[in-house]
């Protein structure tokens, strides 16, 4: 009996090992599928996603960007000084028919303020094929003439001017005026000489000699001050620390501190019509 007995456990232990077996291998299976949809599922979403994305590509291709109704056919100019549009339009790097909506505002905007005449720009897209530009100019309110010498010619004068703000430019080259010729002034602002003003001289950056934007802060102030129209600002000579030297059209020779310009012209201003009631014509003072 015993021995029966030990061959039956043994039939029920070969039958649970296959059956241990049998749900081990249907768990590993479901073990793969479910490891393969994890993986499938995001792989197709990311080819889907791709799709997608070249799909939108295409279209905005197809539809926007070589879409020839977006074509630039007007580029309008407008500015506040004298540089002639057709020579903006030139400076804005932009080409007829090139698409309104793939252009590169910013780029537009760089061409243009490159430029140390130029101040500002603003750029505005008008849908369909308009691009409108507007510039600010910088105005020159005086100039610098610096000599150097020239193995041809002897001696050059190289002329820079100077916004109100100091910062350094070259001419406005006449032939880019939008003003006729008989209008132009022929470099009519003052001259501000000596001091170390040559090393300053960079374009599109501004001058930091105290003097010479002591000098700049005292032309931008004359044009409102009691003295305008009077006499006229010829030259300012920066050379002296601490002080500025105007010499006037009528030969006077008047000498700024650099602080309180305003009140220093209106003490200017006291003493002209103090000479004038006496006949007499400011030779020199010191403000």
Request: hydrophobic share 45%; charged share 25%; proline share 5%.
């Amino acid at each position: 009996m015993w021995f029966k007995r030990e061959q039956r456990n043994r039939r029920l232990s070969r039958g649970h090992v296959l059956d241990v077996k049998l749900r081990s291998e249907k768990v590993r299976a479901t073990r793969i599928r479910l490891a393969l949809v994890a993986i499938s599922v995001p792989a197709v979403t990311i080819f889907g996603l791709y799709l997608l994305s070249r799909a939108g590509d295409w279209a905005l291709d197809r539809f926007v960007y070589e879409n020839a109704e977006f074509a630039i056919q007007r580029v309008e100019v407008q500015t506040d000084g004298v540089i002639a549009p057709d020579q903006l339009r030139s400076w804005s790097g932009v080409k007829p028919g090139a698409n309104l909506i793939a252009l590169d505002l910013a780029s537009v905007k760089h061409n243009l303020e490159f430029w140390p005449v130029i101040d500002s720009v603003s750029v505005e897209r008008v849908l369909p094929r308009t691009l409108k530009i507007r510039v600010t100019e910088r105005k020159p309110i005086a100039q610098i003439k610096m000599t150097r010498v020239d193995g041809a010619n002897g001696f050059m004068i190289s002329i820079f001017q100077l916004d109100a703000a100091g910062v350094v430019m070259r001419p406005l080259d006449p032939r880019l005026w939008d003003v006729p010729l008989a209008q132009m002034k022929d470099g009519g602002v003052p001259v501000i000489r000596g001091g170390n003003l040559a090393q300053q001289l960079q374009l599109g950056h501004r001058v930091t000699l105290p003097e010479a934007r002591a000098a700049l802060q005292l032309i931008s102030a004359f044009g409102r001050s009691p003295m305008a129209g009077l006499v006229d600002l010829r030259s300012v000579d920066v050379s002296a620390p601490g002080v500025v030297v105007v010499t006037t059209g009528q030969g006077g020779e008047i000498t700024f501190g650099l602080q309180n310009v305003e009140q220093q012209l209106r003490r200017w201003r006291e003493i002209y019509d103090l000479g004038r009631r006496n006949n007499k014509a400011i030779a020199s003072v010191d403000l």
